[in-house]
């Protein structure tokens, strides 16, 4: 008996380090098994009149609710092998977004992504598009029916890092507008601009061509947020927030998505850590918040 004792507190002291370890900064922790979606959930919007879904239309021909939340009838989220290596494949056929079930705060999320082939209604005749949103929070759908309230890094061709309010998440962000219904392109060298709810564009580009894979990477701790392209740092974002009973209340936390939006991209290699700081030189000057 007492050796059945020893041995078993032996084993609980082993796991509690192992999970002690893995609970500290700076230390990797996969997102994505390689296997299946566990740690994920799914969401699915309403489709596109061009899908076959068993759902109810109205009288204009278009859906009239959502799919859902983990359910999936097209099969828009699978894991595959792409390069000889696990992916999660998104189709983008319909629009929503894979989620955490987790939420993180102060971290440094890193990913790898490729595009596919196919590209969908209403989207098959312009770039390829997804995105990294971050601290999301509240319901499903709350951003344009498909996503939920959070921070956009960008994942499109051409366009890796730019930055999206969704559902009205507001930011500061240094930069300039070559005119009044142009977007803000980032410069920390321009002026503080301050309450930003649209697109930022980021600066530099450094996208590998359609087709490469590309590394996408967010640091965020606090109210700071920088978004990081193939090792390049293209957009440093402060003040991270949004409004609550009308009042501007600081956004530092949330769940992960990856979105699905009319265009088949890959998804592999996704690992986060616990970080207290971002590093200065991925700041490019600017303080953080």
Request: proline share 6%; net charge neutral; glycine share 10%.
């Amino acid at each position: 008996m007492r050796r059945f004792v020893v041995t078993c507190l032996g084993v609980w002291l082993i796991a509690a380090v192992g999970l002690a370890q893995a609970a500290e900064p700076g230390q990797w922790r996969p997102l994505f098994n390689g296997k299946n979606l566990d740690g994920w959930e799914t969401w699915l919007g309403r489709p596109h009149p061009s899908v076959k879904v068993d759902l109810k239309k109205n009288d204009k021909g278009q859906y009239a609710e959502p799919v859902g939340l983990n359910n999936d009838p097209t099969k828009v989220y699978t894991v595959v092998e792409v390069d000889g290596a696990p992916a999660i494949r998104i189709s983008g056929e319909i629009w929503g977004a894979i989620t955490t079930t987790e939420e993180f705060e102060n971290y440094h999320l890193r990913l790898k992504t490729k595009w596919g082939q196919k590209k969908w209604p209403p989207r098959e005749n312009t770039v390829r598009d997804s995105g990294l949103l971050y601290h999301c929070i509240g319901p499903h759908g709350a951003g344009s029916g498909f996503w939920m309230k959070s921070f956009e890094c960008q994942i499109q061709e051409n366009d890796n890092g730019d930055f999206w309010s969704v559902a009205g998440v507001i930011v500061d962000v240094h930069g300039e507008r070559s005119g009044e219904r142009s977007p803000l392109v980032f410069d920390p060298k321009a002026e503080k601009k301050v309450g930003w709810t649209s697109r930022i564009v980021r600066n530099p580009r450094s996208e590998n061509p359609s087709g490469e894979w590309n590394t996408v990477e967010i640091y965020v701790v606090g109210q700071t947020a920088v978004h990081v392209c193939n090792g390049k740092p293209n957009l440093v974002l402060t003040g991270l927030r949004h409004k609550v009973d009308g009042k501007e209340v600081p956004l530092t936390k949330g769940k992960i998505q990856i979105q699905s939006e009319s265009a088949e991209v890959f998804y592999r290699d996704i690992e986060i850590r616990l970080v207290t700081e971002i590093p200065k030189e991925l700041l490019l000057g600017i303080e953080a918040d």
